[in-house]
């Protein structure tokens, strides 16, 4: 099929498959593929466990334990039974859970989810809210930035590229872990914490207040391409609520969030000092171990 029809490559990407078919479907396709061409059919394999029901079992209409998608997605009867979660949710409890072995589903885990993915969804609402009046031609130079801000765009470098580096070897978990701590730690219980006082005090017009949008626009820009690959909804629904325009290399306006490319990597967000660096990554473990030893004031 790979080398007949057009569009297609030969030999695959990659093969997807359940964990039953070491000596099946990956095994026989591969001996012909031999046989008959002397190349293997596909670059890399990806074998994936299989979806048990909360308590480990295997899903059976008979006993009454099966989840399906469709109810997940647009809830059941009862809709507070079987809340309508949307696919963003599904994806993101696929992202969640490591499909190299069996995953559990069922109402609380889903509810789990959807909790996190109305953080996330606060996350980035935080960053739109507080960009409404930005405009690109007010962004802050590098060099001119306060170290704290300098420090954020560092940490930001630093957590998509790791994402990237997981999305290439297709360990989506990893991204989810990520992106769950970066989104309340790094961001919410840190950046975001301190930024208000710059946003919400210094001033519309204030150099303070346009340093922190510098870096917020920045964020936005990023996680809407780490996270679109998972949650596309979510994605384009950040992109059709961007108060500012986004212009691509060629000059375009970029119209949807998957007309973005991966970011390329910022050597100049890189450069910061490893003692600021180790300074302000000790102030926000303090932060957390605060939060954890006393609570929020």
């Not at 790979?2 to 990659?14: C, I, Q, Y």
């Not at 340093?211 to 950040?238: F, G, K, N, W």
């Not at 473990?285 to 609570?295: A, H, K, M, N, P």
Request: proline share 4%; with cysteine.
């Amino acid at each position: 099929v790979s080398a007949k029809r057009d569009g297609l490559n030969f030999p695959a990407d990659v093969y997807l498959e359940g964990s039953d078919q070491h000596r099946g479907w990956f095994q026989s396709s591969l001996l012909t593929s031999i046989a008959t061409t002397g190349k293997a059919p596909y670059s890399s394999v990806i074998t994936h466990g299989f979806v048990l029901d909360k308590d480990g079992l295997k899903m059976s209409k008979s006993v009454g334990n099966v989840v399906d998608p469709e109810k997940v997605i647009l809830g059941g009867k009862d809709s507070k039974k079987e809340p309508p979660y949307g696919a963003d949710v599904l994806r993101l409890w696929v992202s969640s859970v490591d499909y190299t072995g069996d995953v559990l589903i069922g109402s609380e885990i889903l509810r789990q989810m959807s909790d996190m993915y109305r953080k996330l969804r606060g996350t980035m609402r935080f960053l739109l809210a507080n960009l409404h009046d930005w405009n690109p031609e007010n962004s802050v130079p590098y060099s001119d930035l306060p170290k704290i801000d300098q420090y954020a765009l560092f940490q930001l470098e630093n957590v998509v590229a790791s994402m990237k580096d997981s999305y290439d070897n297709y360990q989506f978990y990893k991204i989810y872990q990520t992106l769950q701590r970066f989104a309340i730690v790094g961001l919410s219980n840190f950046y975001f914490d301190v930024a208000k006082d710059r946003l919400y005090v210094g001033g519309r017009v204030s150099y303070t207040r346009k340093s922190c949008q510098t870096v917020l626009a920045a964020h936005l820009l990023y996680l809407v391409r780490a996270i679109a690959p998972i949650m596309p909804h979510l994605a384009e629904d950040i992109w059709q609520n961007l108060p500012f325009e986004h212009t691509l290399e060629d000059g375009s306006v970029a119209k949807f969030a998957f007309d973005l490319k991966w970011p390329d990597k910022n050597e100049e967000w890189c450069s910061v000092q490893k003692d600021d660096v180790d300074f302000l990554s000790v102030i926000l473990e303090v932060e957390i171990r605060g939060e954890q030893d006393f609570g929020e004031c």
